[in-house]
């Protein structure tokens, strides 16, 4: 599923492309994807000149000047292709600009959304009203999360996941940020005093932006919107390397939890 330095990669992408271009054409090409696609989307896109294009953990967003905002998210296999030399079965969503440019959104399983609403109501947007803040934000300091995970006894690893506690944080890099900043997934997040915590907030940082520079881990289908593929995966420290050595001589460990794996070294994580 693409995480957030994909998501931040695709904004990026889209960006040159759409930032101040009018809309000349906008065709959903069925009903729904995960849930269904508004029906005046069409009508409320088409002619509509986008003014700004972001990122809510892993949503992208692109504003237009009518006071509307196109959501997306991109499931686990979507992306968004630009100037494609033909329309292929999945893309469900095409876009075509006044300067010329075309885009497609393309999604085989179907598990992303697109959902248009207006600029002003985003941040009453149920999945980002209960959102924490964004992990590259200056609101992620370790005063932050020593408030956050106060008397709380469940592991780090999973109160990282809670999108409540922090927006956008996905398993892979949150297995890299704990291996980074050697402690141990299964740590009670209550437990861990304030100088690991600083290094930790400095190493979710750190691994992000290495991350969105590499763009992004191609993992099964995600690619950017020019096609090319992210390659932050060949600098995984723990990440899909169970039996391997680690960098401080261990070996990479996997435990799966509710279908989800968790990877990480017992030599150098151990509290």
């Not at 494609?84 to 999945?90: A, D, G, L, R, T």
């Not at 420290?237 to 070294?265: H, N, P």
Request: net charge positive; charged share 25%.
């Amino acid at each position: 599923m693409p995480e957030l330095p994909e998501v931040e990669t695709t904004v990026r992408g889209l960006t040159p492309v759409l930032h101040g271009q009018r809309l000349a054409t906008v065709e959903p090409r069925r009903a729904d994807l995960r849930k269904a696609i508004p029906v005046d989307l069409r009508q409320r896109l088409t002619g509509a000149t986008v003014v700004a294009l972001g990122r809510r953990a892993k949503y992208g967003m692109i504003d237009t000047d009518r006071g509307d905002t196109l959501v997306f998210h991109l499931g686990m296999s979507g992306r968004w292709r630009v100037d494609p030399s033909e329309v292929e079965p999945h893309d469900h969503l095409l876009i075509a600009t006044n300067a010329g440019r075309r885009l497609a959104l393309n999604d085989p399983r179907r598990f992303g959304f697109l959902d248009l609403l207006r600029t002003d109501a985003l941040d009453a947007y149920p999945p980002f009203a209960a959102m924490g803040p964004e992990p590259l934000g200056p609101e992620l300091t370790a005063a932050y999360l020593l408030g956050a995970f106060d008397r709380r006894t469940a592991p780090i690893k999973a109160m990282l996941l809670d999108q409540r506690i922090v927006a956008g944080l996905g398993n892979i890099y949150v297995c890299e940020a704990l291996h980074r900043a050697r402690i141990a997934p299964s740590r009670a997040a209550g437990r861990i005093a304030l100088p690991r915590l600083e290094r930790l907030a400095e190493a979710i940082k750190a691994v992000l932006e290495d991350a969105i520079a590499a763009g992004g881990s191609s993992l099964r289908d995600f690619a950017h919107p020019d096609g090319a593929l992210g390659y932050f995966s060949k600098q995984f420290l723990v990440y899909g390397r169970e039996g391997e050595a680690c960098t401080c001589g261990g070996t990479v460990r996997r435990r799966v939890e509710a279908g989800r794996s968790t990877f990480w070294c017992p030599r150098c994580q151990r509290g």
